[in-house]
């Protein structure tokens, strides 16, 4: 660096200037000052260069929060790229988290590896699901000697004429632009320079007949010429919509173990910063160093390559002893917790919702002997089982709690009915009327509130498959189109028996073995849900093979909807086009959902990501166990759960939200009575709009509440407080002030939310 001191150098992640900090500070002090003369430019946005397509919504936020922080902490910078060349793929609802973290502009590589379809810009401007716009610009470096015939582009760019050619000449948007941008050096994402390079670039500099010139310059400042001299352009380009990266599609699924992990731990925070604030007013301190420390682990372990599922064993070998951590600390929190705002020890049940809904849903209770209990209104029966008590409770409050007390009451029959059927059973709930073959699949589910069957004539669904799966390159990376060509159905039934029938539900255990892996599943059918759950564990001991579930709907519909953060996205199921035909495999966070006009189907899930849905068979893919970079990935115990959800209306009208959420984060029972009856301390008056975060405000001051819209739906919705309000204002994603004007009506605030738009609000009450 002494040598070239007109020369300057990027690192995009703080978690990393964090290790140099702590283990080599005299080298980190030497960066200081390199920042200092402007020869070192901290910037990226992001905690780590964070998968996009896995992470949650509030897990973006927190990227930002904290990435953000830490380089206007430690170098007076204020980040307006996001950095992201080597992520596999980007979710629609980047844009409006973009903006709304004070981010400016994007950047990536990694679109160009696509498979089948080459992105036709740039430098474009990039819509997401809410309308909101970032300013994007993809590098279009070419390798030496790499024919322009190929659309691949590197972010290891070798700073050689030929290269620098190369990425002239592949550079799409010529007619508003002739500057492009390089990034250079060996290694990942733009590594090391090496003298050559450095010195190649002098001589670029000064100009080589038929060759751009060069010159060195911060990330920043070509994105701020860059936008300038375009911003205003009728010829800038607007892509719409998710950059779906055509590669990469196993990383959905590939170490199922750690994925899991991620979804536990990001909802395990988010109850601990609700019941934290509740409890301050019991005398237990915000814990705020316990938190900051747990999510910084999470957002670690989300780069992108260790929650895709695509780093060594080693690497899952951390965050297996990081994720138990994290579920050890965060349980043993939220229950100091609970136990402090549930200080009356009595026989009463005490029921929280940490969700921003009101829900009926299945209540696990523990040890509890009581015949029912009741809200005084409602009486719950209680169910005895193998694994403890269950009731299904009623109207739990939003983002509060039901005390239930114990109450004598007369014998509940079942509402279940089962009969023998060949080698089979057949099944009556309030609801269906199942068929069940020797193989534990369901020949027929027939909906008898709407009077329809709702699987595919001739076919089963809860079908477990297992297909071969051995992509041309990258083994844990890569699902290929080809998979699907030689698979078997997963039969091997060692038991099936019914374990439960009471008033609350029905359970049936199947037990299956396929060259030595075992699948082990609970199928729980409600007396008062439509849902059906299927518990699940397999002892997974294949290699190089996909396990896959599928129910076959008989639903007329040319696309689905797939959740996805803060919102959802409809993909279409056809190959009309080269552009579907690449979504043979789509990620999905908690629920998909195939309807037509007045009914659906919707798959739910508590861990998994991956889906696809052709021919309308509603598929989730549960495990993929590739070879490489880590020889023995998923061989090993996994536990999900995933939900069939037919239902009336589409899934806006069925609330396949709300039952997703409900499965996500389970209610919780103590064993005691809360200071009231009920409480409800926030809650919103519109279904579409979902309550989520709340949290103390970074500095302390207020309440941080955020909500959004998840049905494309421009809406008036009243947020409702049990303390009174004493003031409220709008931030952004980082909870610094905004512009718009909150109106507060004693405890209430109202306010209009547009489609897919994310609201963050600060309020102040009396407690």
């Known amino acids: ?131 909101s716009k970032v300013f994007t610009h993809m590098i279009t470096t070419l390798g030496v000697g790499q024919p322009e015939t190929s659309f691949f582009t590197t972010y290891n760019g070798m700073l050689h004429p030929d290269a620098i050619m190369g990425g002239w000449d592949r550079y799409q948007n010529k007619d508003i632009n002739n500057d492009i941008l390089i ?74 173990r750690n994925k899991r992990g991620n979804r536990k731990s990001e909802y395990a925070m988010m109850e601990l910063e609700l019941l934290s604030v509740l409890a301050e007013n019991a005398g237990k301190a915000y814990p705020t160093e316990e938190l900051n420390r747990m999510w910084e682990t999470i957002l670690t372990n989300q780069f992108h390559d260790i929650l895709p599922g695509s780093s060594i064993h080693e690497v899952y070998e951390q965050t297996k002893k990081e994720y138990a951590e994290i579920a050890e600390t965060s349980a043993e929190l939220i229950s100091e917790r609970l136990n402090a705002l549930c200080a009356k020890k009595d026989e009463s049940v005490t029921v929280w919702n940490t969700l921003g809904h009101r829900r009926n849903d299945i209540v696990e209770l523990g040890a509890n002997s009581a015949e029912a209990l009741t ?69 027929s589910l027939f909906d008898k509130e709407n009077d329809r069957e709702v699987l595919q004539s001739g076919k089963t669904g809860n079908e477990l498959r297992i297909y071969e799966d051995k992509p041309l390159q990258y083994s844990a990376w890569n699902l290929d189109i080809f998979h699907t060509e030689k698979s078997w159905k997963v039969e091997g039934v060692r038991r099936m028996e019914w374990t439960e029938n009471g008033p609350v539900r029905a359970t049936l255990e199947i037990e299956r073995e396929v060259m030595d892996t075992v699948i082990r599943q609970q199928i729980h059918f409600y007396a008062k849900d439509r849902r059906i759950d299927f518990e699940t564990y397999v002892d997974w001991k294949f290699a190089e093979h996909v396990l896959k579930v599928h129910f076959p709907a008989d639903v007329h519909s040319d696309e689905a909807t797939y959740d996805i953060q803060f919102g959802n996205v409809t993909r279409k199921l056809h190959t009309n086009t080269s552009w579907d035909q690449a979504k043979f495999e789509v990620c999905g966070h908690k629920w998909a959902d195939l309807s037509e006009g007045s009914y659906g189907v919707s798959l739910m899930n508590d861990c998994k990501y991956g889906y696809s849905m052709k021919d309308r068979v509603i598929t989730q893919t549960l495990i993929k166990s590739g070879t490489e970079p880590n020889l023995t990935a998923d061989q090993e115990e996994h536990f999900f759960t995933y939900s069939l959800y037919p239902h009336a209306g589409t899934w806006r009208e069925a609330g396949t939200v709300q039952e997703a959420l409900n499965l996500n984060v389970p209610a919780k029972a103590v064993s005691s009575a809360a200071e009231k009856d009920r409480m409800e301390f926030l809650s919103v008056d519109k279904r579409n709009v979902v309550l989520e975060t709340v949290k103390k405000a970074e500095d302390g001051d207020g309440i941080i509440v955020r909500l959004y819209e998840v049905e494309n739906a421009r809406t008036k919705v009243t947020l409702y407080c049990a303390d009174a309000i004493l003031s409220a204002e709008e931030t952004n994603l980082l909870e610094q002030p905004a512009e718009s004007a909150i109106d507060v009506k004693e405890n209430e605030i109202s306010l209009t939310i547009k489609p897919y738009e994310i609201r963050t609000i600060r309020i102040r009450t009396t407690k």
């Open 183 to 256: 990034s250079y050096g060996y290694g990942d994402g733009g590594g090391g320079p090496t003298r050559t390079m450095l010195e190649t670039s002098k001589r670029m500099e000064k100009g080589i007949k038929g060759v751009p010139k060069v010159r060195q310059a911060f990330a920043r400042t070509y994105f701020d010429e860059l936008h300038e001299k375009v911003k205003d352009s009728k010829r800038l380009p607007t892509w719409i919509g998710e950059l779906y990266f055509e590669f990469h599609r196993g990383t959905y699924t590939s170490m199922a």
């Open 375 to 443: 809200d005084g209104t409602n009486v719950y029966p209680v169910q005895q089982t193998k694994d403890g008590a269950v009731i299904y409770a009623e109207n739990l409050p939003s983002k509060g709690y039901q005390v239930l007390r114990p109450v004598s009451g007369a014998a509940v029959e079942t509402p279940f009915a089962v009969t023998e059927a060949g080698e089979g059973y057949m099944l009556e709930t309030p609801f269906y009327t199942i068929a069940i073959d020797a193989n534990g699949e369901f020949t």
């Open 1 to 131: 660096m002494k040598e070239y001191p007109e020369y300057v150098f990027m690192s995009s992640q703080p978690q990393l200037y964090k290790y140099v900090k702590k283990n080599a500070p005299d080298v980190y002090e030497q960066i200081k000052e390199r920042v200092k003369e402007g020869r070192w430019e901290p910037e990226g946005g992001m905690w780590v260069e964070a998968d996009c397509n896995l992470t949650s919504g509030e897990s973006l936020v927190r990227q930002f929060l904290f990435g953000k922080r830490f380089f206007k902490e430690e170098f007076g910078v204020d980040n307006k790229i996001l950095w992201l060349p080597d992520v596999f793929g980007y979710s629609a609802a980047m844009p409006q988290i973009l903006k709304k973290c004070g981010i400016d502009y994007f950047m990536t590589t990694k679109l160009a590896w696509n498979e089948f379809n080459k992105v036709p810009y740039d430098t474009m401007n990039w819509e997401g699901i809410d309308g």
